[in-house]
């Protein structure tokens, strides 16, 4: 199983490199085609080597017969998957080290499934820029970093495929982002270079403290040794790891390229960096500072949870304030990696895996929300709230009924996925790690159930602003379509999931949990 997973990094590498070879004169509809049987190739092999991973344990697909020798990998050693080590650069002692567990392995899924659901959209849907070769190009490339980062296992390895993922944005969000407001555009993905440019040169020195200190970068043998003492370069070092993470997650005060980023940014460009690229963060945070340097994340945990918290306030008090709908949906991420940043912080693991549950929750969640964003932007030519009207529902029964399905589940109605993540996050802040100070935790656990009150209100205010009004006092064009078939069939799947992870908890939990 080590040739699949490589081979689902280099199946989409080597077809944005043909799509970018074919004539210029290439068709739309034909890259678009070539983007969709790529990914849907891509997405069928992740779902096999998930399918593989867990088969010979028990029964995957209930989450039921789980037995001990289950690789219910956690924060530490790490039971890698379809590994393959090899040296690469013997001078530095970085070698090409990839293997998957039940950590990365649904993240790996959930990111092959909405690159596949961008490119199928942009068979009938495409940005007005056109390019649509060279954009499908790009996303296949960003898929390549993305799985490359969930499965790299050497931290110079892991750095490298997360930057893999930077240009190709930029590119994205600057030619093919809001074609009305082009110097807006531009600065937002100028913006959302440097500030990542910045982490990730942060996470590098990092990184580089943890060699000097453990003398590998091989993250099997540091799981395996961690680094001990909460304090001197241990503490420097996961500072640094911290910080870069955090920018990419991104949590309070580090988020200011984030709203910009997915308001300027195509539709299909604000779906894979809400569901995708912010979990490269949090992915990280799990991966790599928890299980290599647990004592010196203990010291900062305190800190961690202090600015996750604010990051949810801020974020649903931001929201509470906006008048245009994908900047709202924006400042909703950073209220819900706020919830995952405290998880994480919690250390506990009611509160790890509550953060793992809602780092797959959100990415569904919030691209379907980006597709319905989008729907409504292509449809009014605008995403301000007061452009629109109140009236949607009117206008578009069917989209109004899948965006409030989508604000409920967003809001974390129990039922549907977004409930389970943040109920475990706030159980852990309630039993944090025995080595943390748990008033503080159960102080920050109350603001944060706060915040979540918060999160209701303003999905409801906008569910009442934009689809409850009187179709009289807000007369539109009327729209030939409500919701067309291409659009069905790419939201549907995210549909689908959102009730069964919603329902079905353990689908997931079963192999995350260590209660």
Avoid at 92 to 112: K, W
Avoid at 169 to 192: N, P, Q
Avoid at 322 to 335: E, N
Avoid at 493 to 507: D, M
């Amino acid at each position: 199983m080590s040739t699949l997973l490589i081979a689902l990094l280099a199946v989409p590498a080597l077809a944005a490199a043909i799509l970018w070879a074919l004539p210029a004169n290439t068709g739309d509809r034909v890259a678009a085609i070539v983007g969709s049987v790529v990914s849907g190739i891509v997405l069928i092999g992740s779902a096999v080597l998930w399918w593989d991973m867990l088969r010979p344990r028990g029964n995957p697909v209930l989450g039921l017969a789980v037995t001990a020798d289950l690789p219910r990998t956690l924060p530490g050693k790490i039971n890698a998957y379809a590994e393959t080590d090899v040296s690469w650069i013997p001078q530095l002692d970085v070698r090409f080290h990839l293997g998957v567990d039940t950590i990365s392995m649904p993240l790996i899924v959930l990111t092959a499934l909405l690159v596949f659901l961008c490119c199928l959209y942009s068979l009938r849907i495409t940005p007005r820029a056109g390019r649509t070769r060279s954009l499908i190009a790009l996303l296949l490339v960003i898929e390549t970093g993305v799985i490359g980062t969930f499965s790299a296992l050497d931290l110079v390895l892991f750095f490298l495929f997360f930057e893999v993922v930077l240009i190709p944005m930029w590119l994205v969000i600057d030619i093919w982002g809001d074609e009305h407001d082009r110097e807006g555009r531009r600065r937002a993905a100028t913006t959302f270079v440097l500030m990542t440019v910045f982490g990730s040169a942060l996470m590098l020195l990092g990184f580089l403290l943890v060699h000097r200190l453990a003398g590998t970068f091989d993250l099997e043998v540091l799981g395996q040794n961690p680094i001990a003492g909460g304090h001197g370069i241990a503490l420097i070092a996961a500072v640094l790891i911290a910080l870069g993470l955090a920018v990419k997650m991104p949590l309070w005060p580090l988020h200011i390229w984030l709203p910009d980023a997915h308001a300027k940014a195509p539709t299909v460009g604000s779906v894979l960096l809400a569901g995708v690229l912010l979990k490269l963060g949090s992915y990280g945070m799990i991966r790599i500072l928890l299980p290599v340097l647990p004592d010196a994340t203990a010291t900062i945990a305190p800190y961690l949870a202090g600015f996750s918290t604010v990051a949810i306030v801020a974020g649903s008090l931001a929201c509470l304030a906006q008048t245009d709908v994908k900047r709202l949906i924006a400042y909703s991420s950073v209220g819900h990696m706020g919830f995952i940043g405290l998880g994480i912080a919690t250390m506990s693991p009611e509160g790890l895996a509550g953060a793992m549950y809602a780092n797959i929750a959100h990415g569904i969640i919030t691209g379907l929300l980006f597709f319905l964003a989008g729907a409504i932007k292509d449809r009014h030519d605008t995403s301000d709230l007061r452009a629109i009207g109140r009236a949607l529902y009117a206008r578009l029964p069917r989209i109004s009924g899948l965006l409030t399905f989508a604000c409920l589940a967003s809001l974390g109605l129990p039922g549907l996925a977004g409930f389970w993540g943040e109920m475990l996050i706030l159980l852990g802040a309630y039993h944090p790690a025995d080595s943390l100070p748990r008033t503080t935790f159960l102080v920050l656990m109350v603001i944060a159930g706060l915040g979540a009150v918060l999160t209701a209100a303003y999905f409801l205010k906008l569910i009442r602003q934009l689809c409850q009004g009187d179709p009289a006092e807000h007369p539109a064009t009327a729209f030939a379509v409500d919701v067309s078939r291409i659009e069905l069939i790419t939201w549907s799947p995210l549909v689908v999931l959102t009730v069964f992870l919603g329902v079905w908890p353990p689908f997931l939990l079963d192999y995350w949990t260590f209660l």
